[in-house]
């Protein structure tokens, strides 16, 4: 069984601080993506990667930074929270091979006061 | 970029009555088209596919239509239930070992006792 698992469910930040969302699979997955999930405007892609050490940006990647050291955990990374970027932030992985299923974690709801 | 319309927003039936959700999208080089669901408070899931070879397929009380010249697909779902109150994701994938998906912005699926 697929598991994609996020490091918090709940994190409250403060304006300027620097925040960390991690995320691991145990599938051996090489392909993992961030999204930010807002009402209203579906999933979007943060920034995806397909391998170790590569990244490549999504859709909205103003404002995060994204690293993949190891091949299970991608991490994302606010370098300064502001409180637009209060959402729920989704992890996914899948194989490499194109059309195969996405798997996605629980979540983490992050609200920047 | 590819870009995915995803209608309606919300959508309320009867139980037993059927639910169509639709979906277009812009880049050509699309040809993986899957639904995820999900339940309130829960990850998305994958509940069906489709590829482009394909014009249709059918899983029990789901099916996924889709029309390459028009660009759109379309998530059928017959005799509805209760469990079938959730939020509905329309994607787009393309045949790069590299694939992203590209979400929609979600169907707020209501069946009514």
């Known amino acids: 069984d697929v598991k994609v698992t996020q490091s918090s469910r709940y994190l409250v930040k403060r304006t300027g601080e620097k925040v960390f969302l991690e995320c691991v699979q145990d599938?051996?997955?090489?392909?993992m993506f961030w999204y930010r999930q807002d009402p209203g405007l579906g999933l979007r892609l943060i920034y995806f990667?397909?391998?170790?050490?590569?990244?490549e940006k999504g859709d909205i990647p103003e404002g995060y930074s994204v690293s993949r050291e190891k091949k299970e955990r991608f991490s994302l990374i606010l370098e300064s929270a502001s409180t637009n970027q209060t959402s729920m932030y989704l992890c996914?992985?899948?194989?490499?091979?194109?059309?195969?299923?996405?798997?996605f974690g629980q979540g983490t709801r992050l609200t920047v006061v | 970029g590819e870009n995915v319309e995803q209608h309606p927003s919300t959508l309320s039936v009867q139980e037993g009555d059927s639910a169509v959700i639709k979906c277009t999208y812009s880049?050509?080089?699309?040809?993986?088209f899957p639904w995820y669901k999900q339940e309130l408070g829960k990850r998305p899931q994958l509940i069906i596919d489709?590829?482009?070879?394909?014009g249709e397929k059918k899983d029990q009380r789901i099916a996924v239509t889709l029309n390459k010249t028009a660009k759109h697909f379309s998530l059928h779902i017959t005799e509805t239930q209760p469990e079938d109150s959730a939020v509905y994701f329309c994607?787009?994938?393309?045949?790069?070992?590299?694939?992203?998906?590209?979400f929609g912005t979600g169907t707020r699926l209501t069946i009514i006792p």
């Open positions: 489709i590829r482009s070879n394909v």
């Open positions: 996914a992985s899948k194989f490499f091979r194109a059309n195969t299923e996405a798997f």
């Open positions: 880049d050509s080089a699309s040809n993986y």
């Open positions: 990667s397909y391998d170790v050490k590569m990244k």
């Open positions: 599938m051996d997955h090489e392909n």
């Open positions: 994607a787009t994938g393309s045949n790069f070992g590299n694939e992203k998906l590209t």
